[in-house]
């Protein structure tokens, strides 16, 4: 068993993400497997140096160890290319020059436009270019996002897919909430799905704890992995922690983070006490 806690440098770690690496540590202990230890930092507007180091802070003071060497996502730029480079031979990508306006007009426009879990889907507007088209918008120069055919991709994978989750239960794939997702950002030359997915399939990851807010994003997710021949890890995808009142806890909720829980002299024993692990 190989399992990881995957967090992105955008703020400090609360106890929702102190309750979803023990879980994952836990679990790889239990197993006589391997924890790792992986920063998702490839959104360089939102993630900083200064974050992942308080994150490594955070671990240690926690007395978590993991697999070495981390695997800091931003260093791994090639392994992301290739593989969208691997989709696109295949005609699976395709150039999109909309800007969220034209999206949002485009939607506006079409009255009743589908929607998906996360919202509205993109109508489609930059698939049905011509070939033509496309290199006379590459060649111009304008930047361009690279969005799945889903369509096309699910011709090509033929059966209905599944994928395992162990609070969940088995899951029939509906990428269909997710449409035509950028698998290639403009700003940063990947996105958070391909990088998790090639990352995991590389990493030999079979168990993969995380919150209940990336569910809808595995249906996507088991797509990619069949797409690029990687293997299907089970998930566990756990309830958010909330606070008192009910709410979600959020990185930029400053009292809540490990690093204050700290400095107020809470102890590793008492938080893992509290979080309901053994001590
Ligand atoms: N990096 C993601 C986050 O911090 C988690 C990715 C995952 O566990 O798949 O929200």
């Known amino acids: 068993m190989i399992t990881r806690f995957a967090p992105s440098p955008t703020g400090h770690l609360h106890k929702g993400h102190a309750w979803s690496m023990l879980t994952a540590h836990e679990k790889a202990q239990n197993e006589n497997g391997k924890f790792l230890l992986r920063i998702e930092d490839i959104d360089f507007n939102r993630c900083s140096p ?9 671990l240690a003071w926690l007395g978590i160890e993991w697999e070495e060497p981390i695997r800091i996502q931003s260093e791994h730029l090639a392994d992301y290319a290739a593989a969208a480079q691997s989709l696109q031979d295949r005609g699976l990508l395709y150039p999109c020059f909309c800007t969220r306006k034209d999206i949002q007009r485009e939607i506006e426009a ?3 436009a589908p929607h998906g879990s996360e919202g509205p889907l993109y109508p489609g507007t930059c698939r049905r270019l ?27 994978i033929g059966t209905p897919l599944t ?31 391909l990088a ?35 293997p299907a890890p089970i998930y ?14 959020a990185k930029r909720d400053k009292s809540i983070t490990l690093k204050s829980l700290r400095e107020s002299g809470v102890s590793v024993a008492g938080l893992k006490k509290e979080l309901g692990f053994s001590v």
Do not use: M
């Not at 200064?50 to 955070?58: G, K, M």
């Not at 033509?132 to 055919?149: F, N, T, W």
């Not at 998790?196 to 088991?222: K, M, N, P």
């Not at 566990?236 to 806890?249: K, S, V």
């Open 50 to 58: 200064a974050n992942t180091a308080q994150i490594l802070e955070d």
């Open 110 to 112: 079409a009255g009743n």
């Open 130 to 156: 011509s070939e033509d088209e496309r290199q006379a918008g590459i060649a111009s120069g304008e930047p361009y996002a690279l969005r799945l055919d889903l369509s096309k991709a699910l011709e090509i």
């Open 163 to 193: 994928w395992q989750d162990s609070i969940h239960g088995e899951q029939v794939a509906r990428p269909e909430e997710l449409g035509d997702a950028v698998i290639v950002r403009k700003d940063i030359g990947t996105s958070y799905h």
């Open 196 to 230: 998790v997915v090639v990352d995991d399939g590389l990493q030999g990851v079979t168990d993969i704890v995380r919150g209940v807010d990336l569910f809808e994003s595995t249906h996507l997710h088991c797509v990619l992995q069949r797409l690029l021949d990687l």
């Open 236 to 249: 566990h995808h756990h309830e958010l922690l909330t606070d008192d009142e009910g709410n979600r806890l």
